[in-house]
């Protein structure tokens, strides 16, 4: 399934062949109605192309976990336009934006989020469940998954059996065993202490280069955001500076 | 997919043991309940209508006194006599046997051994009225009948307590205190309803019971076979009438007898025990819903527990549809699984709860499979409103939910 049916966008030839992997185009976000309305974005802008590593920063309240949602399709944008692959996804309902998560993207979060009582591999299983994978199938990309977060051996245990960075490396493991295009990350290393997230942030390195996959990530500790090539500043809700890694001074 | 949805739902119950249990546990008990009520009620029916079969079809009972049961209208009352059987035998149509009955009992000594069993004075009738037949020897001969001679026909038990492996036929069996000669052995009927066991008897000719038993001319009941197809209702009539005419009953006085229609006595008491059934059944069934009621509430419960692990769902790609499967399958699962368990339990619990009260187990298929079918669409039903609140929910509240 291409972006474009999902999108029921058939008009394939309106696609630039060249175009940016995800593009924001004045994406605002209004959270209530009338005197509480609140606008968590006013107004964001950007472009991600395939294969960047991008890490959003911001103060708290400014906006990067709504924007994330936006970018993951878990939410719609009050106003403006999202075109990913180039095609327009801002009014996609809410099967057709899962359907797009199930295909495209991986989430992982601060929480980790692994279903509790459930071993390392069913949790990373659970995506291709949904995709109606045969259960060899499952198993042998699991496996794989699991192996390529440094987990092999912890297959059968649970999540209360796995330390917390142990954790994250399955949750990154169910992200990523789908293959998607785009890995989001809301905090992934907020819940961890600096050894270990400094190791998750060498783990996304690492499929950023070895797997080609986009990972966009959402940090407020400036040393996490290193590992990233470019750093977009989010400040009451609109992108206040955009940098790419050689504009950063190097550590 | 539609398997995918199965094995998450069942992946789900058994992390969840203890609660699927628990959750169950009112279907179970429900499901037990309405098959118990329904089967034990069915047996009890069962019961009624093998002892009034057992009883003789198209049988009319003729008491003195104007009430049934014991106790009646005391000594006053006058009884029957031989004479009565006789004029209903020749004034009445339609009629296959009347059996003049004197009940008695009495100690029976045979060789060595002695038993104790009721003594039915009676004529060849009887064995019409009552649907016996012979296994062996004969029936009373008119002479017998008629001067009360010392013979008798003994029923399966009496042979099987007094005669053990020997043949009955031609033997002495001392009744009480005089001697007679078996000269026929009922075919058995076997334990009939409540327990009762019908072989336990000795029949003797109607005149030998009046002279060596009661010494009076008296007959306790008189018991009318009528034919297939005949009006109930005018033979009882034709009867009551003859018998008014009898007693020499002015217009005025009541009838100091009574007639009892046995089919008359089933169908009434059939129909009570339907309505008895029917009303405990209901009674069970609401326990049932009671069921439904318990597992859509541990389902909200578990809905509103696992709210992130459904946004994990959802966030993965899951659509609403695989959601509201999931937790209905989860649902119809825990409540199939729960019916299965009450059949199981019923099953187990009738046949003994059916010993205790002596009636048959009747298997009725028909209420096992309703009852199962019943307690699935109950899951479906109150599972529908928990996984349609799962289905709904926004990812990204879930995920955030505590
Ligand atoms: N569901 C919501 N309803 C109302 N306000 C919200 C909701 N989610 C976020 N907000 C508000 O929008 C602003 C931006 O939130 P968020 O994107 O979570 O910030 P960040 O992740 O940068 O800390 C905050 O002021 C927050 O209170
Ligand atoms: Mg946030």
Request: aromatic content about 6%; charged content about 20%; some cysteine.
């Amino acid at each position: 399934m291409s972006v474009s049916e999902a999108s029921g966008n058939t008009d394939d030839a309106s696609k630039p062949a060249d175009a940016p992997l995800i593009a924001f185009q004045g994406i605002t976000k209004t959270y209530g109605q009338g005197q509480t309305a609140f606008l968590a974005l006013r107004g964001v802008d950007l472009t991600i192309h395939a294969g960047e590593f991008l890490a959003i920063m911001g103060p708290s309240g400014s906006g990067k976990s709504t924007a994330m949602n936006i970018l993951g399709c878990l939410d719609t944008p009050s106003a403006g336009a999202y075109l990913f692959q180039g095609a327009h996804v801002e009014h996609l309902d809410r099967n057709q934006r899962a359907l797009l998560r199930r295909h495209y993207l991986g989430f992982v979060f601060q929480g980790f989020n692994l279903l509790a009582r459930t071993s390392a591999q069913e949790n990373v299983e659970l995506p291709l469940l949904y995709r109606g994978e045969a259960p060899e199938k499952r198993h042998e990309a699991a496996l794989a998954a699991l192996a390529l977060v440094g987990l092999s051996g912890w297959e059968h245990h649970t999540p209360a059996e796995l330390s917390g960075g142990q954790q994250q490396r399955v949750a990154i493991a169910r992200a990523i065993v789908t293959q998607p295009l785009v890995l989001l990350a809301d905090e992934p290393t907020g819940n961890l202490d600096s050894k270990r997230s400094h190791e998750i942030m060498e783990l996304l390195v690492r499929l950023n280069q070895e797997q080609q996959i986009t990972v966009l990530m959402v940090t407020h500790e400036p040393d996490m955001a290193k590992y990233a090539y470019r750093n977009v500043h989010f400040v009451d809700g609109v992108v206040s500076s955009d940098s790419r890694e050689e504009a950063l001074p190097c550590s | 997919m539609f398997l995918n949805a199965i094995l998450l739902a069942l992946r789900e119950i058994c992390r969840n043991l203890m609660r699927s249990f628990l959750t169950i546990l009112g279907i179970v008990i429900g499901v037990a309940a309405v098959i118990t009520m329904v089967t034990l009620g069915n047996g009890a029916t069962q019961a009624v209508a093998d002892q009034i079969s057992s009883l003789g079809s198209n049988l009319l009972i003729l008491r003195p006194g104007q009430r049934l049961g014991p106790g009646r209208d005391g000594v006053s009352v006058p009884r029957f006599r031989i004479a009565d059987a006789e004029a209903i035998s020749s004034q009445v149509a339609s009629l296959q046997a009347v059996a003049p009955v004197v009940n008695s009992g009495a100690t029976l000594v045979a060789g060595n051994e002695n038993w104790s069993s009721a003594i039915n004075g009676t004529t060849n009738d009887y064995l019409i009225a009552g649907n016996w037949t012979l296994a062996t020897g004969r029936a009373f001969s008119e002479d017998e009948e008629k001067l009360g001679r010392a013979v008798c026909i003994i029923g399966e038990t009496v042979r099987a307590k007094l005669f053990k492996g020997q043949d009955p036929i031609g033997s002495p069996l001392r009744v009480k205190n005089f001697s007679c000669e078996v000269i026929g052995l009922l075919a058995s009927k076997g334990q009939g309803a409540m327990g009762m066991d019908q072989d336990d008897m000795v029949i003797i000719p109607i005149r030998t019971a009046q002279r060596r038993f009661t010494g009076n001319q008296n007959v306790s009941t008189i018991l009318v076979s009528m034919k297939d197809g005949v009006d109930s209702a005018r033979v009882i009539e034709q009867i009551g009438d003859l018998m008014r005419e009898r007693r020499k009953l002015a217009d005025h006085e009541e009838d100091n007898f009574n007639i009892q229609d046995t089919k008359q006595i089933a169908q009434t008491l059939s129909g009570a025990i339907g309505t008895l059934t029917t009303m405990f059944g209901a009674v069970a069934a609401v326990s049932l819903l009671v069921g439904g009621i318990g597992i859509m509430n541990i389902m909200l419960v578990s809905v509103t527990e696992r709210t992130r692990e459904i946004g994990i769902r959802l966030a993965i790609g899951a659509l609403e549809h695989e959601v509201l499967l999931q937790f209905l399958i989860e649902a119809v699962a825990l409540s199939a699984f729960g019916g299965l368990v009450g059949i199981v339990l019923a099953l187990l619990a009738c046949p003994f709860l059916a010993d205790l009260m002596q009636v048959p187990f009747v298997f009725d298929p028909f209420i096992n499979l309703l009852s199962f079918g019943f307690s699935a669409a109950i899951g479906v039903l109150f599972g529908y409103m928990p996984a349609r609140k799962a289905a709904s929910l926004d990812p990204i509240e879930a995920l955030r939910h505590e």
